[in-house]
T-cell receptor, first 115, second 111 residues
Framework: SQTIHQWPATLVQPVGSPLSLECTVE??????LYWYRQAAGRGLQLLFY??????ISSEVPQNLSASRPQDRQFILSSKKLLLSDSGFYLC??????????????FGPGTRLTVL | KNQVEQSPQSLIILEGKNCTLQ??????????LRWYKQDTGRGPVSLTI?????NTKSNGRYTATLDADTKQSSLHITASQLSDSASYIC??????????FGTGTRLTVIP
């Protein structure tokens, strides 16, 4: 069966510090991968998605970047965190297929607090 | 403007009671609509999916309806349980690789 992991589960970082959140998927190959942010009381906002190694699409301009060094690994990074980067970060995967968009399976999330 | 709006924002009900959550959307071209359940501090989990041609889908005590003409969907929860306390998110998929998320309804079931 497929599983998706995220770490760390929680993180408290000072403003201006770097960030690296990791997401890995097991039990599937060639998945689409996604990073979302969920601010308090807000809906999920798609940040990045990837359809393959080294292929990253950014949905919104921001202070963050993403990388996909391996097929089932997706990393969210920042060189200098802002207070507004605080939130709940979710990684998700879906089966890569043509046609209608497939169901996304979400990881457990990372709670980031920037102080 | 493509939007997905959910109501109410929050809801408190007694254990055992039924409730209905609403989702109105303006996005197009529509591909499918999903309802997700998100427990506090966890990732969302899919409950139901409906395509354009489907108007109802059940998953245990959860029943989703879709009216593609009026662009409305509802999620009905029957005989609520304490474990139903969560946020319920309506997500509309477009035929392009786009998703639109509602802001969710926070449901609290009290004993």
């Amino acid at each position: 069966s497929q599983t998706i992991h995220q770490w760390p589960a929680t993180l408290v970082q000072p403003v201006g510090s770097p960030l690296s959140l990791e997401c890995t998927v097991e039990g599937t190959s060639n998945p689409n991968l996604y990073w979302y942010r969920q601010a308090a009381g807000r809906g999920l906002q798609l940040l990045f998605y990837s359809v393959g190694i080294g292929q990253i699409s950014s949905e919104v301009p921001q202070n963050l970047s993403a990388s996909r060094p391996q097929d089932r690994q997706f990393i969210l990074s920042s060189k200098k965190l802002l207070l507004s980067d605080s939130g709940f970060y979710l990684c998700a995967w879906s089966v890569r297929a043509s046609g209608a968009h497939n169901e996304q399976f979400f990881g457990p999330g990372t709670r980031l607090t920037v102080l | 403007k493509n939007q997905v709006e959910q109501s109410p924002q929050s809801l408190i009900i007694l254990e055992g009671k039924n409730c209905t959550l609403q989702c109105n959307y303006t996005v197009s071209p529509f591909s499918n609509l999903r309802w997700y359940k998100q427990d506090t501090g966890r990732g969302p989990v899919s409950l139901t999916i409906m395509t354009f041609s489907e108007n109802t889908k059940s998953n245990g005590r959860y029943t989703a309806t879709l009216d593609a003409d009026t662009k409305q969907s509802s999620l009905h929860i029957t005989a609520s349980q304490l474990s139903d306390s969560a946020s319920y998110i309506c997500v509309v998929h477009l035929k392009a690789n786009n998703l639109f998320f509602g802001t969710g309804t926070r449901l609290t079931v009290i004993p």
